[in-house]
Nanobody, 123 residues
Framework: QVQLVESGGGLVQAGGSLRLSCSAS????????MGWFRQAPGKEHDFVAR????????YYADSVKGRFTISRDNARNTVYLQMNTLKPEDTAVYYC????????????????WGSGTRVTVSS
């Protein structure tokens, strides 16, 4: 079992930045591809970004490419999402996810979820 706890969400103005953290416990995250998803009000969970087991490969949704950066520190059992140039449409609850799927893109591939952290971007 892996327990994931997100932090770092909050209210920010458009154009601002936030850094989300996902702290894992129970097992080392080095066994998992780690990802971030988000759920806007009234919408499904959308894929945001993923990072490979040791951080050598990353992949982003088109909507965040060039603005968000995912990283991981396996020694600290933590994953990060640096979000820059935030837009109102980035408003959502952001969820950390652990997966055994190499090319994680959808919720079906997630083995463990965090409980989420809310990000609100005001215009």
């Amino acid at each position: 079992q892996v327990q994931l706890v997100e932090s770092g969400g909050g209210l920010v103005q458009a154009g601002g930045s936030l850094r989300l953290s996902c702290s894992a416990s129970g097992r080392t995250i080095s066994s998992y591809v780690m990802g971030w998803f988000r759920q806007a009000p009234g919408k499904e969970h959308d894929f945001v970004a993923r990072i490979s087991w040791y951080g050598g490969s990353t992949y982003y949704a088109d909507s965040v490419k060039g603005r968000f950066t995912i990283s991981r520190d396996n020694a600290r059992n933590t994953v990060y999402l640096q979000m820059n140039t935030l837009k109102p449409e980035d408003t959502a609850v952001y969820y950390c996810a652990a997966s055994r799927v190499r090319n994680l893109l959808g919720r079906d591939g997630v083995d463990y979820w965090g409980s989420g952290t809310r990000v609100t971007v005001s215009s």
